[in-house]
């Protein structure tokens, strides 16, 4: 008989929105959260027996009372309550992996009082995974789709050149790339106090954009690790980081055939296929946690 590999189930991409109404100034968190449970669940896939499987049904409703009950302090902070409660709850859940997108609002400036207009931040997705198997938290932070741009201090020579090679050296280039960025905490143990999630996202964030402006670049590959290594210099918490950095090559276009110079200033900005550029950056003596995949 085929052995029963790994396995997990719950429910994937519950959106729940909370609003808090202070008065008449509300507060949006807006989250896609996705649940991954397992444990003594051999039974339900071998003989088809429920009798261990509490159902995803029921996961999708936890998330919205929990959103009620204890509110949403932070994307992290609900995925490790959510985690607690079903490895804690249930004997046969053993782990609870909780994955969480944040979408952000920000208020809408308006001459009156904007207190309750939102409009949907066109920058990054938040994101957080907690997982938990009874006694050990790991708690990655992240974002997804921060899209930066240097207008110059960026360039790319001396590089490797076959009999296929084409691209021209350049010392002067854009630099453009939508930042996928993953973090782990330190934090793995109840008994510590866990980070201050809302400080440290934004503390993090304000490092990558930083030290993505401030590199004198030869490479995004040297812009990344200038990146992570800010992070992880300016961050204790933080004990690794994985950035994953699409090139979003931005071409200068051949303007010759209208009788035009081009000084850096036309580009044609390609969609695909793009350099991707990705590593993980880690604190001196730390084991690699996050997935390279
Ligand atoms: O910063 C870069 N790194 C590369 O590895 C590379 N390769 C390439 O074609 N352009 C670039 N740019």
Known sequence: MPTLGQNQYGKAETRVVRIVRDGAVHHIRD???????????????????????LPTDT???????????????????????LARHFVTGQ?????????????????????????????????????????????????ISGL?????????????????????????????RVLATEVHARWRHGWCDDREPAPDWERIYADARGDLLAAFAETYSLSLQQT?????????????AIDEIRLSLPNKHHFLVDLTPFG????NEVYFAADRPYGLIEATVLRDGVRPRIATD
């Open 31 to 53: 989250l896609n959260v996705s649940v991954a449970l397992s444990g003594d669940m051999d039974e339900v896939h071998l003989s088809g027996s429920n009798a261990n499987v």
């Open 59 to 81: 996961t999708k409703n936890t998330v919205y009372a929990f959103a009620k009950e204890g509110g949403i302090a932070s994307p992290e902070e609900f995925g490790i309550r």
């Open 91 to 139: 004997e046969a859940i053993r782990t609870a992996r909780v994955r969480i997108e944040e979408y952000g609002w920000e208020r809408i400036a308006t001459a009156g009082a904007a207190r309750h207009s939102f409009v949907r931040s066109g920058q990054e997705t938040r994101t957080a995974q907690v997982a938990f198997d009874g006694e050990r938290w790991e708690v």
């Open 144 to 172: 997804m789709d921060l899209t930066v741009l240097n207008s110059t201090d960026s360039e790319f020579h001396g590089f490797v050149k076959d009999e296929y090679t084409t691209l021209p050296e350049t010392r002067d």
């Open 224 to 236: 990344l690790y200038e990146m992570g290594a800010r992070v992880i210099d300016n961050r204790p």
């Open 260 to 263: 035009l110079k081009n000084d």
